[in-house]
């Protein structure tokens, strides 16, 4: 029986939602909390007990969701099997030299390694180790360096194999393989985006990217590029296989983790104990990530219970102040949370009341996804919670402050933004390759 009406119910639920997570909890554990609360007092004891047995579960048990554990594994054997040095090296080869070059290879080598690592931290975190201290070598202002890593980081979000697409895709019920597809041509152009922002930097401010002097042959460059030939059999192995038809989205986990495991085998970079490494660094991963989309999912049901998606959704649309204002207020409600809670974490809350409403206003849930994942990678970066910018301060072997790090990822959140305009001007830019696909 239900101890509160569901609208006062609904109100006291987000309001202590909001307080737990000021307070520090972890955000799985506050809206699996929260959900199962709010369950109880609307509709009863028996219903919340019962969704808490059913939803681990049935969340848990999804053939979908399995992907995500097997993207995790491909990119902890693929940075076992050092592909991250070897990307570097190929891109510092072709890039070093120019003006803000050492920048722009990291970014370009992140974006490769985003196609095997599909983790915005795992990116950040093995660049920065790699990154920083070359560039701290030929005099980067810690500042870029720090806001380059970290923006770089979260092409691996977009460029398949990208978890927050999975997510998306099983929270929507879309299709994850044209889900991963259409984040190839976004990802691709914001790190080229990225690149060019950093040469009118280095162009504007000389003394923030000096010329590095680094000189290769042809013949050097070209032998460098046996450096790409990991990520490269993998990214066709996986996209490949998926915009092909030869197997599902699904199995494409399994298979670029086979291949990645294969990888460094040949390169005999994996031993036993480097093999039980990533075994464990993989089960943790999902470990926290189903947590909040378990967490998720409980905190879902409660707001469909208690009538609070229906009513803000049907509030929306009753607005009928066009699609584009209600464009608007989802970039500024995700860009506003933000500043406070990580990506799985957003999509997860937002999207059971979003997606029905910009669906019904008209926009397609392919080129929403790409949109929504792009603002959820966004939050990575912008303060107080900017986690790849804490990072970035945490791995660097270059002392580097919170304030300098922040500092450094300003023109690229605002790059990020530019980019944005041009996906929503132009959504052919997200389509055009899923819509190529097999129905």
């Avoid at 380059?148 to 879309?174: D, K, N």
């Avoid at 010329?211 to 050097?220: M, P």
Wanted: hydrophobic fraction near 55%.
């Amino acid at each position: 029986m239900p101890m509160l009406s569901p609208e006062v119910a609904g109100y006291l639920i987000v309001t202590l939602l909001l307080v737990s997570l000021a307070l520090g909890a972890h955000i799985g554990v506050a809206l699996g909390l929260c959900g199962f609360l709010g369950i109880y007092l609307t509709v009863g004891p028996d219903a919340a007990f019962a969704q808490l047995a059913a939803v681990p579960f049935g969340t848990t048990n999804s053939f979908a969701l399995a992907v995500i554990p097997l993207f995790i594994l491909m990119g902890s054997f693929a940075t076992v099997a050092a592909i991250t040095t070897d990307l570097f090296r190929t891109a510092y080869v072709w890039l070093g030299g120019l003006r803000g070059g050492l920048a722009m290879a990291t970014v370009m080598s992140s974006a490769a390694f985003g196609a095997a690592s599909g983790s915005t931290i795992v990116n950040a975190a093995v660049f920065t180790k790699m990154a920083m201290p070359e560039m701290a070598r030929f005099g980067y202002d810690v500042r870029l360096s720090a806001g380059c890593i970290a923006a770089a980081g979260t092409l691996a979000a977009l460029i398949p194999p990208s978890i927050l697409m999975v997510i998306y895709a099983v929270i929507t019920e879309q299709s994850i393989g044209k889900l991963l597809i259409a984040g190839i041509v976004p990802g691709i152009l914001t790190a080229f985006i990225y690149c060019g922002g950093i040469y009118i930097i280095a162009r504007v401010w000389p003394k923030i990217a000096p010329r590095a002097d680094l000189k290769f042959s042809w013949k050097e460059r070209f032998q460098s590029l046996y450096g790409v030939s990991g990520i490269m059999i993998l990214f066709v192995i996986v996209v490949g296989g998926i915009y092909g038809g030869y197997f599902p989205a699904t199995y494409a986990g399994a298979v670029g983790a086979f291949g990645a495991f294969i990888i460094a085998l040949v390169k005999r970079r994996l031993g036993l104990g480097s093999l039980v490494e990533v075994l464990k660094e993989a089960a943790v991963t999902t470990s926290v990530i189903f947590i909040i989309v378990v967490g998720g999912m409980l905190f879902s049901r409660f707001l469909t219970y208690s009538g609070l998606v229906t009513m803000i959704s049907t509030g929306l649309i009753s607005l009928g102040t066009g699609k584009y204002t209600y464009l608007f207020g989802f970039i500024i409600l995700f860009t506003i949370l933000g500043c406070f809670i990580e990506p799985i974490a957003i999509m997860v809350m937002t999207l059971p009341i979003m997606f029905p409403v910009m669906k019904e206003a008209g926009f397609d849930p392919i080129w929403l996804g790409v949109i929504a994942v792009k603002l959820a990678e966004i939050s990575v970066l912008t303060p107080p919670v900017g986690l790849n910018v804490f990072v970035v301060k945490s791995s660097s072997p270059i002392p580097v402050t919170l304030g300098q790090a922040f500092a450094g990822v300003s023109p690229f959140i605002a790059l990020d933004f530019l980019s944005l305009g041009l996906y929503v001007a132009y959504p052919e830019m997200i389509l055009w390759l899923p819509n190529l696909m097999a129905p």
